[in-house]
Nanobody
Framework: QVQLVESGGGLVQAGGSLRLSCAAS????????MGWFRQAPGKEREFVAA????????YYANSVKGRFTISRDNAENTVYLQMNSLKVEDTAVYYC?????????????????WGQGTQVTVSS
């Protein structure tokens, strides 16, 4: 499995931006599709964005489409989530995940490696 460590979370005002990073180590990273999920208090974990192994294909939840951008740098074993125009409802713990497959998927059970999460809090 791939070991994942997220960073970049914090407190930001509504309308602001944050960039999350997920550093991978262990087994091959470049062959894995990667995803970001989030979980707000009292809610189930939900899909945010995914990127294929090459970075050539991305997929977003409707709630973040046009505001968030997922990208990856396979040379640096890192995947990013650029979050712009943040809303209060984006407040959650954000998790990075790796899939053994190469293509994007929003199905969380397709991912077999997870980071510990990073808190994002958006204030009004």
């Amino acid at each position: 499995q791939v070991q994942l460590v997220e960073s970049g979370g914090g407190l930001v005002q509504a309308g602001g931006s944050l960039r999350l990073s997920c550093a991978a180590s262990g087994r091959t990273f470049s062959g894995n599709a990667m995803g970001w999920f989030r979980q707000a208090p009292g809610k189930e974990r939900e899909f945010v964005a995914a990127i294929s192994w090459s970075g050539g294909s991305t997929y977003y939840a409707n709630s973040v489409k046009g505001r968030f951008t997922i990208s990856r740098d396979n040379a640096e074993n890192t995947v990013y989530l650029q979050m712009n125009s943040l809303k209060v409802e984006d407040t959650a713990v954000y998790y990075c995940a790796a899939s053994p497959g190469q293509t994007t998927t929003s199905y969380q059970y397709s991912y077999n490696s997870w980071g510990q999460g990073t808190q994002v809090t958006v204030s009004s």
